[in-house]
């Protein structure tokens, strides 16, 4: 088994839990995953197996989506509802406007400290590391994009709203950063991840649901890359990791290559004009 697989993931799973489920299940050697999902989290977590883990790379690396329930007027621990309650805040008189004219002030790029229970490296150790012994670090803000805020629903201080960002930003952070900017604090209720680039929950599977047959391959997975199909000849270029040049391609930055029978080879990257290097075998 080689590709992606689709899982839509309950509250209470760990990501690395539902790898391991699915490792059990198939009876598997290589098991991965894209984009951790916390354990409150729930919604789309793409497992990637056998070749799939070398390809990954290429959608942890695309926009997400996901729909959120911010609760205001209370801030916690880590920034969801799993964690310890740390402060109480009366929360204005809001109104659509006021909370749309916030959202616009996040839209694009913005500057975001990790939250401390986070995978993030820092000084050579994940941040959840520091938090675990209870000591006390400052990570370095970076910047993540916030390409779209939706306004979905607003009553009795919690809202519901809708967006898409780059990779590496927390949602978690992003509410709490909301919250603040409406002049109270907040947490997350709920969140919901709806897409992984291109990939979309609605075609994916609970665990206790998932078969063989719902193996996603690796040019589909990564639909959202131009594919060019490739000869015999070119694919032996590619097998051997030899640098290529594709005219009528100088627009993109990187290419999927496939055979006849659309399987991947490898994704190749720009590096002058048209001429093209391998920058991930995928057979």
């Known amino acids: ?6 899982i839509n993931k309950d509250s209470d799973w760990t990501s690395r839990d539902v790898c391991n489920k699915v490792q059990s299940i198939f009876d598997l050697p290589k098991v991965g995953h894209i984009g951790t999902l916390d354990p ?6 793409v497992v990637t197996i056998g070749k799939g883990t070398k390809a990954g790379q290429f959608l942890e690396s695309g926009d997400k989506t996901y729909l959120a329930t911010l609760k205001l007027g209370e801030a916690r621990d880590g920034g969801d509802v799993t964690g310890e309650v740390m402060e109480h805040k009366d929360v204005p008189s809001l109104t659509k406007e006021k909370i749309l004219e916030v959202f616009n002030s996040f839209i694009g790029e913005i500057e975001q400290v990790p939250p401390l229970k986070s995978a993030v490296h820092f000084k050579g150790r994940k941040l959840y590391t520091y938090a675990y012994n209870n000591e006390k670090v400052t990570p370095p803000s970076r910047k993540v994009k916030v390409n779209s805020l939706e306004l979905i629903e607003f009553n009795d201080n919690t809202i519901v709203f809708r967006t898409n960002v780059s990779s590496g930003t927390y949602i978690r952070v992003l509410g709490e950063d909301i919250a603040k900017a409406l002049g109270t604090v907040g947490y997350l209720e709920a969140l919901h991840r709806e897409k992984v680039a291109d990939l979309d929950v609605k075609d994916a599977h609970k665990l206790t649901e998932v078969k063989k047959e719902d193996l996603i391959s690796i040019s589909e997975g990564l639909k959202n890359m131009v594919h060019v199909t490739v000869d015999e000849v070119t694919k032996k270029k590619v097998k051997d990791g030899l640098t290529i040049i594709f005219k009528n ?3 993109y930055d990187n290419l999927l290559l496939v055979d006849e029978n659309n399987v991947a080879l490898a994704v190749y990257t720009r590096v002058d004009r048209g001429l093209y290097k391998s920058l991930r075998g995928l057979f």
């Open 40 to 45: 409150f989290a729930t919604g789309l977590l």
């Open 249 to 251: 391609y100088v627009k």
């Open 1 to 6: 088994m080689d590709g992606f697989l689709l």
